[in-house]
């Protein structure tokens, strides 16, 4: 199941998930699995981010997904759009830059 996020409401400032509460080893993991494109460890890791955060729920509903269809899609079988994973990351005050090699 494909979800389509380019058309929802935009994800005000406050409603953002401090990455203060992120550690910072799975930030580099993050970069790291981003830099190699391994999606199954982005989505590993975006799911690690959603068991230690205790504001995620709210997240469900700023996104508009069910709790179900969020953990489908960070499932092995699912398939986020990207632009999926860049709001999710946003959500997490998670910064995606690019640089050249």
Known sequence: MRFSLLNKPKIER??????KEI???LIQELSSALDNL???KIKSI???LTKTND???SAFEMLELSKSGFYNMLSPNGNPEFVTILRLLNL????LTAETR
Do not use: G
């Open 14 to 19: 406050q409603d953002f998930i401090k990455n």
């Open 23 to 25: 550690d910072p080893k």
């Open 38 to 40: 391994d999606i199954e």
């Open 46 to 48: 975006i799911k690690e």
């Open 55 to 57: 504001r995620i729920s």
């Open 92 to 95: 997490f005050d998670i910064k």
